[in-house]
């Protein structure tokens, strides 16, 4: 093998070795859920002391996995697309009320749209720092989702109510 076809090939293991540590950078908004607030049921053992996690039990009778929380902070968790399981948010954390999603890379309506869709306890949102939220490019990007035929019309008062949490106007 000669030198030049050697050097590309250790580039191109190199590239390939960066493109994946980018990709295990990022989550979803259910992988960062689970990490952040669920436990293993594990005990862990500090010195001599043992401390042993338990969750706090639904509300309700609720089976979701997380019913009890209500404040949701994610900020800085790398999230990049919204990886909602298939029986949906309602199966991990429908009580949602407050949500922070700041400094994250959320590029798409297609994927942060349902995650709002399905917590539909939903009343405060912050997505300050939220890189790509609110430009052109991004509102062009979610006029194309309005428009597909996956998306349903009475979605348009979910946009209008997320726009006006993220953007409060004062009516009076």
């Known amino acids: ?7 590309k090939d250790e580039n191109k293991t190199e590239n390939e070795d ?11 908004f259910t992988e960062a859920v689970r990490e952040k607030y669920c436990f293993d049921g594990s005990d862990y053992t500090f010195g001599s002391c043992q401390i042993t996690f338990h969750g706090k039990a639904g509300t309700g009778g609720a089976k979701a996995e ?11 968790s790398n999230l990049t697309y919204a990886g909602i399981p298939r029986e949906g948010l309602a199966s991990l ?12 890379n959320l590029t798409s309506w297609k994927e942060i749209l349902p995650i709002f869709q399905q917590l ?7 997505q300050g720092f939220c890189c790509n939220f609110m430009t052109p490019e991004f509102l062009i990007d979610l006029t194309k989702v309005l428009e597909s035929d996956k998306f349903h019309p009475r979605s348009i008062s979910l946009i209008y109510k997320i726009l006006t949490l993220i953007f409060p106007i004062d009516y009076k």
């Open 1 to 7: 093998m000669s030198d030049l076809h050697r050097e």
């Open 18 to 28: 960066q493109n994946d540590e980018e990709n295990d950078s990022t989550q979803s």
């Open 66 to 76: 997380l019913a009890h929380l209500r404040n949701v902070v994610l900020c800085n």
């Open 93 to 104: 954390c429908p009580n949602v009320i407050d949500l922070d999603i700041s400094g994250n």
């Open 120 to 126: 539909t306890h939903l009343k405060f949102i912050f």
